[in-house]
C-alpha cells in the first residue's frame, strides 16, 4: 500500500483489482451482518475536531508541520492544508459526566497545543472557515506534504478532467475555479461518532438525517469564504463544488456528487455501503493483502479496507463506518454536519443535543422519518445553510392530523426537541447537572438568535461601520474571534465588535 501510495500511478489491471475486492468487501459485510457477528451495544462515542492555524493578525499560517512537531501528540493530526490541524478524543461512554469530562479534555488538549502553536507565531483558531483565508491560499503548494492528500488530489483532478469551478451566491456571490482540491481545506468541522448495533443503524442513522438541518441551524458558523458574506454555514456547498469530480455534462445528467446529502430514508446500514459502492467510481485503487472471504470462512473477521477506503472519499453528511476493535467488528454513524468553534462549550452542547436527539428520535413509536418525506429533509438542510438560527424549517404537525408545517427553527428546538434532548440525554444516563448545563446553552442561542455565524457578520459589519475596508474588517472580526474564542464563554454572550467599538 505504501508503495502504490508514494509512485502515485495505477494502471487498469490496480482498478479491475480493487473493483474486484470492493464487492469482495461488501459481499464480507453481508455475512457479517447475516451472521450477527458485531459488537454487543456499548453507548459509545467519539469526536473529531479539524482546527486552522492562525497568526496574531488573524491571517492563516502554513505551519501545521512544524506546529505538529511541536505537540508531539498522537491526539494531532494533519488535515489537508498546511494551515489546518486536526485533534482526536479517544472514545467514551455515554454516561454520567462525560460531557463535563469531554469538554475538561479538550481544553487541556486545545490549550496545549496553541501554546506550542505559539513557538512558531501560530495559534489554535476553531471556526468552520477561517474568515481571512483567501483564494491566493488555496493552491496545490499548500496541501499538507503528506503522500496520501497529495494521490487524493491528483486523482480527483484527473477525475474532474478540468479545473474545479466554485459558484456561491448567497448575501454576496463567489464565482472562482481552482486547479486543485485545496478549498475544500477551508472547511474545518466537528465529527461525532455513535457506535451502534445493526439493529439499531437504520433508526439512528434516519434520526441523525432529520436533524441534520437543525444542528446545522443553531450551530452555524461559516458566513464568509475568500473575502466574501455567503451562506449563514458555507461549508456544504464549498465542500461539494470542491471535491466535485463531475464536469458539467455529468451534474447535467443528474450523476450524484460524491458530497451529499442522500436521497431516501434507509433500513439498514448495508444499503449505504452499496450504494458508495454502486454509485461512485474508486479514486484510490489501493489494494490490501487480506483476502476477506476467505478470512471469513476460517472463521476469522476481516478489516475491510478497501471497502472502508473507497468509504472514506464519499462524503456523506452522515457517514457509515465500519472498524474493528479487539478484532470484534462494530459500525458506527458519523455525523459530519457541524463546523468548529466557537469555544468548547459550545462544541460540546451542541453534541449534547445531536446525541439527546438521536436517542430520543431513534426510540420513538412513530418516528419522524415516518412522518416527513426525505425531501423535506433534504430542503431543510439547505435551507438552515442559507440562512443559520434564522431558518424555518419544515417539520410534522403535533398531533394525528399529519402533514407539514413551516417553523422558525429556534422555536422547533425551544418547544419540541430541546424536551427530547433532555429524555435522550437521560436515556444514556447522562448527569442532570451536564444535561442542564449544555442543553441550557442551546436554549439560550435560540432566546437570542445567536450562533457563531450571527455573532461574525455583526461584528463584521459594525468593524465596516467605523471605516474599515472590507480585509480589515475580516481580519479585526477574526482577532476578535480568537479572543473571544479563548476566553471560554459560549458565543451567546458574546458581545457585538471589536474592543473600543
Not at 86 to 108: F, K, M, W, Y
Not at 248 to 276: C, D, H, K, M
Not at 410 to 425: H, I, N, Q, S, T
Amino acid at each position: 500500500m505504501g508503495e502504490k501510495v508514494v509512485a502515485g500511478a495505477f494502471d487498469l489491471s490496480d482498478r479491475q483489482r480493487y473493483r474486484l475486492k470492493l464487492h469482495q468487501c461488501l459481499e464480507g459485510l453481508g455475512r457479517l451482518l447475516a451472521e450477527r457477528r458485531f459488537d454487543r451495544p456499548r453507548n459509545l462515542m467519539g469526536m473529531e475536531i479539524e482546527l486552522n492555524l492562525a497568526g496574531s493578525d488573524g491571517m492563516p499560517k502554513m505551519l501545521n508541520g512544524q506546529v505538529l512537531e511541536r505537540i508531539a501528540s498522537r491526539d494531532f493530526q494533519t488535515e489537508l492544508g498546511m494551515f489546518n490541524l486536526e485533534v482526536n478524543i479517544v472514545p467514551h461512554h455515554l454516561s454520567g459526566r462525560v460531557l463535563d469530562q469531554l469538554a475538561e479534555e479538550l481544553r487541556t488538549g486545545l490549550g496545549y497545543a496553541d501554546r506550542k502553536a505559539g513557538e512558531v507565531d501560530a495559534g489554535i483558531m476553531m471556526i468552520g472557515i477561517l474568515p481571512t483565508v483567501g483564494s491566493a491560499d488555496m493552491v496545490r503548494a499548500n496541501i499538507s506534504d503528506v503522500d496520501r492528500y497529495a494521490l487524493l488530489n491528483d486523482q480527483m483532478v484527473a477525475a474532474r478532467g478540468e479545473d474545479f469551478s466554485l459558484d456561491i451566491e448567497g448575501v454576496e456571490r463567489l464565482v472562482c475555479a481552482s486547479g486543485s482540491i485545496t478549498p475544500e481545506a477551508a472547511c474545518t468541522s466537528v465529527q461525532l461518532h455513535l457506535q451502534v448495533t445493526p439493529d439499531r443503524f437504520s433508526d439512528v442513522w434516519n434520526a441523525a438525517q432529520a436533524v441534520a438541518a437543525v444542528q446545522v441551524a443553531l450551530g452555524a458558523n461559516s458566513p464568509f469564504l475568500f473575502g466574501r458574506e455567503l451562506w449563514r454555514e458555507s461549508r456544504p456547498p464549498l465542500f461539494q463544488q470542491a471535491t466535485d469530480t463531475r464536469p458539467p455534462e455529468l451534474q447535467n445528467q443528474g450523476v450524484r456528487p460524491r458530497t451529499w446529502f442522500g436521497e431516501r430514508w434507509i433500513g439498514s446500514a448495508y444499503e449505504l455501503f452499496e450504494e458508495n459502492v454502486r454509485y461512485f467510481p474508486p479514486l484510490l485503487p489501493i489494494c490490501d493483502e487480506e483476502d476477506p472471504l476467505r478470512i471469513l470462512d476460517e472463521g476469522g473477521v476481516p478489516g475491510l479496507a478497501e471497502l472502508n477506503l473507497h468509504n472514506g472519499t464519499v462524503y456523506r453528511w452522515n457517514r457509515p463506518v465500519y472498524g474493528l476493535s479487539d478484532g470484534v467488528p462494530h459500525l458506527r454513524v458519523e455525523n459530519r454536519v457541524l463546523p468548529a468553534g466557537p469555544t468548547v462549550a459550545d462544541v460540546i452542547a451542541n453534541a449534547a443535543l445531536y446525541y439527546g436527539l438521536v436517542r430520543a428520535l431513534a426510540g420513538e413509536p412513530r418516528p419522524v422519518w415516518t412522518r416527513m418525506p426525505f425531501a423535506a429533509a433534504a430542503e431543510n438542510f439547505d435551507t438552515a445553510c442559507r440562512q443559520g438560527i434564522e431558518a424555518e424549517l419544515l417539520w410534522p404537525r403535533p398531533g394525528r392530523s399529519g402533514g407539514l408545517t413551516r417553523v422558525p427553527a429556534a422555536k422547533l428546538v425551544r418547544d419540541e426537541l430541546l424536551p427530547l434532548a433532555a429524555a435522550g440525554l437521560d436515556g444514556w444516563n447522562i448527569a442532570p447537572a451536564d444535561r442542564d448545563h449544555y442543553l441550557g446553552i442551546i436554549e439560550e442561542r435560540c432566546k437570542r438568535r445567536t450562533n457563531g455565524a450571527s455573532w461574525q457578520v455583526d461584528t463584521y459589519h459594525r468593524a465596516r461601520e467605523t471605516g474599515l475596508g472590507r480585509d480589515a474588517a475580516l481580519a479585526a472580526m477574526t482577532r476578535r474571534y480568537g479572543e473571544l474564542m479563548q476566553a471560554g464563554e459560549p458565543v451567546h454572550s458574546w458581545p457585538v465588535g471589536a474592543p473600543g467599538q
